[in-house]
Each structure stands twice: as structure tokens, then as C-alpha cells.
């Protein structure tokens, strides 16, 4: 595979932020809400954002500075002067509206008023909520880190959360939230985005308080196949244990499709092709079973 070498400081900015924000993705976008020292409320939307501590729960944005003009935003202008914001999660449902708020529209507009989005009163803080949001986060400011005083440096604006107010329809019945429910929008590159909702959600189980097999362990066969892939081999090396010989050696006598590869006296690769397709549905571990066949009996 050919790669690219980018050096920060030999590429322009703008290229350089792209191919930042392209690869690093898909990101979840902060509808942040604050109010000026006149009362007037603002939204902006910033997908450099992300949850960085459960207990105490501490989310962080980071409000750039504007790399044409090297100006700051209203919102970092909002929170130094009243430590308060209120972060909306963006749904499919909002997101053209949240995209009008992205626009640069003077410091004495109301975004609520030019994307039609309902202003909900919120408990701890003076910034509004948006009705609209399934999620709002209240939140009190305690640390704006400054990352650079040039266009394109970063204010990281970290936030305690005070009040978390869920939508109820968007909770399953085991107290947790339902993804497809939410139907989450999330920031790519340019003007790329990426609907998190049926088949954009994968479901992986990887148990983490028992030791797993691991990739070393598996036979040389598996770890050098030319048709396994990284997946099919994390999925093998992520079993916390290789199944024993008499439980493979069952398949030499029931499984239809292994007794015409003996039969066949076919090579180990027909064994991979095999594991490879039971592995694309999760049988992993009749699929381990198929590749010791192979291992042992393989032509």
C-alpha cells in the first residue's frame, strides 16, 4: 500500500485541517448553545467534540479559530464570559437546520431564530436547550485550554455536565439508549456526513475480563492466510480458548461440505474459503473447527 507523508508546517492549513478531519471520523457534533451579556442567545455546531470522563462526567469541544481571518467564534467569546453552555446531540432530524446555524451570521442574530429551533428553558445554566434535540447536556465551563494564537488552533472548552435530559422515546426497555432510536448524524470530511442508524450500526462483542487466545497463539496457517481476513482473524484470535481436537474432529463425519474436502483431498485454502463464509455469520466457533480440520487433514 502506498502512502501519502504529510508534514505539518510544509502544507498549507486548510489542507492540513482536512486531511485531519477526514481521517479522523466519523466525529459526533456538538450543538452548542450559550448566551452574549445581552441575553441573545447563539447555536453553533462543532464536531471536534467528544465525552472524556463518566464520574466526574466532563465533555470537551474545541472552538477553532477561523484560519482565513484568524478571528475567534461568538460561542468562545460566550463561554469566557459566563462559564455556561448547553450541548445539543445533532439527529437526523435537526441536521439542515444545524447546518443554517453553522452559517456566519452577525454577533447580534439569534441562530434559534434563523434555523426555526425551539428554545427550551434549561435548569442549572442560562443558555437554552433545543427543543428538538433528543439529548441536551447543561453544563458549567471549567477550563478553556488555548492551543495556539494562529488561524486553525483550538480552544479545548471543558465542561462538567450539571443536567442530562434524555428523550424518553430513545430509551429501550433495559434503561439504555437505543442507537437506532436516536438516529444520530455524524461529521466526515468537507461536507460529508454519516447517519448512524441500520446498517451503519455494528454490533461487537469483545469480552475484556478474560483473556483471550490472541493472534500469536493461532497456527501459522491461519496467521499467514491469503484468505482470511483482519477481521476473520481477530475474531478467532479474540476466543478464550482453541476448541480441543475430538470436538473438531466431530465435522469429519457430519459436516457434509468438510467430508467432500477430505474426500476431495483438498488443499488448506478450500478450509480458509470455508471458515471465511461461516465467519462472515458469526460462527466462529464452528469456523475454528473447520480451520483445524484443515490444519490436520488438510490436503
Not at 452574549?36 to 447563539?42: E, M, Q, R
Not at 428553558?121 to 443558555?127: E, L, R, Y
Request: charged share 25%.
Amino acid at each position: 500500500m502506498s502512502m501519502r507523508t504529510i508534514i505539518p508546517g510544509e502544507v498549507a492549513t486548510r489542507d492540513l485541517h482536512q486531511f485531519i478531519v477526514g481521517s479522523i471520523a466519523p466525529r459526533p457534533i456538538a450543538f452548542v448553545s450559550t448566551i452574549d451579556d445581552k441575553g441573545l442567545p447563539n447555536l453553533a455546531p462543532y464536531s471536534f467534540f467528544n465525552a472524556f470522563s463518566s464520574n466526574p462526567p466532563i465533555v470537551v469541544f474545541s472552538s477553532n479559530r477561523r484560519v482565513s481571518n484568524n478571528t475567534t467564534k461568538d460561542t468562545l467569546h460566550n463561554v469566557r464570559l459566563n462559564k455556561e453552555v448547553v450541548i445539543n446531540i445533532v439527529n437526523y432530524d435537526i441536521v439542515r437546520q444545524m447546518a443554517v446555524a453553522s452559517i456566519e451570521f452577525p454577533s447580534d442574530v439569534s441562530e434559534f431564530d434563523k434555523t426555526g429551533l425551539t428554545k427550551l428553558a434549561s435548569q442549572t445554566v442560562k443558555p437554552f436547550r433545543i427543543k428538538e434535540s433528543p439529548v441536551h447536556l447543561e453544563c458549567e465551563v471549567q477550563d478553556i485550554i488555548t492551543l495556539g494564537e494562529h488561524g486553525g488552533a483550538g480552544h479545548l472548552v471543558i465542561c462538567k455536565v450539571n443536567r442530562m435530559h434524555v428523550a424518553e422515546h430513545v430509551i429501550d426497555d433495559r434503561n439504555r439508549i437505543d442507537p437506532n432510536k436516536l438516529d444520530l448524524m455524524g461529521r466526515l470530511g468537507r461536507s460529508y456526513y454519516v447517519r448512524v442508524k441500520g446498517e451503519a450500526i455494528q454490533t461487537i462483542v469483545q469480552p475484556v475480563t478474560k483473556l483471550a487466545v490472541g493472534y500469536d497463539e493461532l497456527p501459522e496457517s491461519i496467521r499467514n492466510s491469503s484468505i482470511l481476513t483482519g477481521n476473520d482473524i481477530g475474531l478467532l484470535a479474540g476466543q478464550h480458548a482453541l476448541p480441543a481436537w475430538p470436538e473438531a474432529e466431530i465435522l469429519t463425519v457430519n459436516d457434509k461440505r468438510v467430508i467432500q474436502l477430505l474426500e476431495s483431498k483438498a488443499d488448506v485454502r478450500q478450509y480458509h474459503i470455508y471458515a471465511h463464509e461461516e465467519l462472515e455469520r458469526l460462527n466462529v466457533g464452528f469456523a475454528m473447527k473447520i480451520l483445524m480440520v484443515g490444519e490436520r487433514l488438510g490436503g
